[in-house]
Each structure stands twice: as C-alpha cells, then as structure tokens.
C-alpha cells in the first residue's frame, strides 16, 4: 500500500470522503476527509482515527501498514466524533496499546463513550498536560500541546520533532479544510482551491475561537515545524507560511480590501428591488459588492464571504410581524460565529407593522457590529425616489474609510 505511505516512517490510515455534502449543517461541496495517521519509530503510534461508518476501511488500513498488536500508543488529539467515532471500536482490537489524551479528553472521551466502554477502558488513558512528552525512539519524540476551543475544549496538537527526519505538526482541526482528494500534500493540488476551502472552513468551524486562535499561533509559529498534517485534507509541506499567515490575518479580522456583503431575501420583491439598489449605488463608487438572496445561497458560502466584508447589509421584509425565516436563520448561525469589526446597516420592505429593520438592527448590535443609525423601511412597492441611496452610501462609506 505504498499509496498510503506519507514519507518516511509516516502513513496515512484516514478516510478521505468524497460523498460528503453536509457536515453538521456545513456544506462541503467538495467532500471532506477524516485523516488518521501512523509513525514508526523504535514504537509504533497511532493518531487519531475517523468517523464511525468508515471504521472497517480505517482497521484495513492499519493493517495493510502494522499488526494490531504491535501499535504501542494511540493518540487522541481530539473526541469530536469525525475524529474519534471509531474510537470505542479500535481500541478493542488494541488491548495492550497505551492511550494519550488531553486532560479534557479523558472526560470527553468517557462522555461520549461510557455506554460502550468499561470503565478500565478509560483509567487506562494518559492524560497529558502542554509540555509532556513522548519518545517512540528511532530519533522521533512527541510534545503535546492542548489548545482549549480550538475546536473543543479536549483538543491538542501533536509535535513530532525527527532527529533523522522532518518535524511534522500533527495539528488535528487547526489547518484543516473539507476538501477529497488522492492527492495528500498541498503542492499536489490547485492551491487556490486549498485556501478557499481552508478559508472556508476557518469562517464556519473556527471564526468565533479567532481571539484564542490569536493567542495560540505564536506559541506553534514557534515551533520548527516542516510539517503539518492536519485531520481534514490535504497535509502542509509547500505553503506551510501561507497557511500560518492566513490564520493570523483571519484570527485578527484582517482584510484584503473594503468590499460589501448584501444579504437578504424577498417575499414579493420589494427587498430585493432595494437590495439592487444599494448594490448599485455601492458599485458605482468602485467598491466591490457582493449579493446573495438566501432562499438560493447556501449559508456556509455566505458567512465566508461576511468574514471577507467590511460591511454587511442585511435585508429582509416583515413578514408575520417579524423577520423572513431565511433571514432569522441566517442571522443567528452569523451570530454564533461572531464576524469581527463589521459595519452593518439594516433594510426592508413591508405592508403595515415593518418590525424587521429593527430587529435587525438589534441582532446585528448583539453580534457587535457598528450598526448605522440609518435604516431603510419602505412600504410596499419602493418607488424611484424610495431606491435614491447616495446620502446613505456616503456615509457608510466614510464609515468604512474608503
Ligand atoms: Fe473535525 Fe472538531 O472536529
């Protein structure tokens, strides 16, 4: 299975997913993996394993690599079931292999499996705190690092130093992207297609963890790494600074340029009429705009582009005294993913109450946006003199200091 083998002393045993279109509600257009690996040195070491349905791919992986017994340690970066679902099922193949864990993985891992498990099971895990080592011998030596909320409480990283070797960041989460391929390293695929997916997987798993992130690059930037290889695509060995850089930027709300995000749906049109409008009136001071009607556009692709906006306009007509389902629903997963420094400005049509303008308003102030004080609320059908927005545009624009 020389396929499998990553390079010297390292495979992979992982999952790579090409069915996949939803993940927990995030659209993976492009599948995903669930990436597993193994390291040999004087002792041979498991790392993670893979969601559940794929357990028995995963055990003729192992196998076409090692015997069962002969694996000495089984590392758990992280208990989120993408990663550890085939947990309970491995480790009954591996009666003698030690388990090394986080401290919050310990109780993760006992959380999620105490109906499957016995309770030796679990008193048979190493809990390991930032610091702790492992040396498997052959020159390879293992520091484990928790990194609270990044993506759980439980997760850590895995440093691999090779006296004879590279160093490889087992990074698990962090640097992953939802992405299928045969092809394992980043220099062996479109690399504008790896940052767009790791782009979109930071904007809909990590972007509310950004002000942790923030603390915890510098601590692996420091690291000597040559290697990263994380438990979701492709692994890093070309473009290792890239991927690193863009974290910061994004961890920070750092932005390639002052664009506009239009987001809003429409009942009988009129929302949209002014959504157009705004669009136009944006596009005509040179300042790229994006729109999307989330009846048609898909939220995951949305809340990446909100992470890349200065300025997020949100429409919707009121409907049953309150806001379009659509845009209820897409406000509150922005929301729980906390976009940062954003300028926001509310907008709708409506027949007789037009509550949504302000319960717009409200949500996006709860999700710290500098909200504008302008709101535009037009009844029924906008006339052309309602779709005049320049006073309004002036000013969002001398807001986002363009
Ligand atoms: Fe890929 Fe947080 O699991």
Redesign the pocket.
């Known amino acids: 299975m020389t396929h499998l083998e990553l390079m010297k002393d390292v495979w992979y045993v992982g999952y790579v997913d090409f069915e996949v279109r939803n993940f927990h509600g995030y659209s993976t257009h492009k599948g995903s993996s669930?990436n597993a690996y193994i390291v040999k040195g004087e002792k041979t070491v498991l790392i993670d394993t893979v969601k559940r349905p794929y357990f028995e791919y995963f055990l003729e992986n192992i196998k076409s690599i090692c015997k069962l017994e002969d694996i000495d340690y089984l590392i758990v970066n992280?208990v989120?079931p993408?990663?550890s679902g085939s947990f309970p099922l491995i480790v009954k193949h591996l009666p003698n292999t030690e388990i090394i864990a986080s401290e919050r993985g310990v109780d993760a891992l006992r959380g999620h499996y105490h109906e499957e498990l016995a309770d030796d099971l679990f008193n048979r895990i190493r809990a390991v705190k930032e610091g702790d080592t492992l040396d498997i011998g052959n020159g390879k030596k293992f520091t484990f690092v928790p990194i609270p909320m990044i993506?759980?409480p439980d997760?850590m990283v895995s440093f691999m130093t090779d006296e004879k070797g590279k160093n490889v960041l087992f990074s698990?989460?962090a640097f992953?992207q939802h992405f299928a391929t045969s092809k394992r390293w980043d220099d062996e695929n479109d690399m504008c297609v790896i940052m767009q997916e790791a782009e979109k997987y930071y904007a809909n798993?990590l972007l509310h963890l950004s002000g942790l992130i923030a603390k915890v690059l510098p601590k692996v930037g420091s690291l000597p790494i040559d290697l990263i290889c994380p438990?979701?695509g492709v692994c890093w060995r070309s473009n290792i600074k890239d991927i690193v850089e863009a974290y910061t930027k994004w961890s920070k709300g750092e932005l390639d340029e002052k664009s506009v995000l239009i987001v809003y749906d429409t009942m009988w049109g009129s929302t949209e009429k002014i959504a157009k409008a705004l669009q136009n009136e944006i596009e005509h001071r040179g300042i790229a705009v994006k729109r999307f009607k989330l009846t048609t556009a898909d939220y995951s692709d949305v809340i990446t582009e909100a992470m890349k906006a200065k300025a997020i306009l949100v429409g919707s007509p009121t409907l049953n005294n309150g806001l379009y389902p659509t845009v209820a629903e897409y406000l509150s997963y922005q929301k729980g993913l906390k976009p940062m420094n954003k300028i926001g400005l509310a907008f709708g049509s409506y027949g007789w109450s037009g509550q949504c303008p302000d319960e717009i308003v409200q949500i996006l102030q709860d999700t710290k946006f500098d909200v504008m004080d302008e709101k535009i609320k037009i009844k029924y059908v906008p006339k052309p003199a309602d779709l005049d927005f320049k006073l309004i545009i002036d000013k969002l624009i001398d807001k986002m200091s363009i």
Do not use: A, F, M, V
Request: no cysteine; glycine share 8%; proline share 0%.
């Open positions: 669930y992280h989120e993408d990663h993506h759980w997760s698990n989460d992953g798993i438990s979701h």
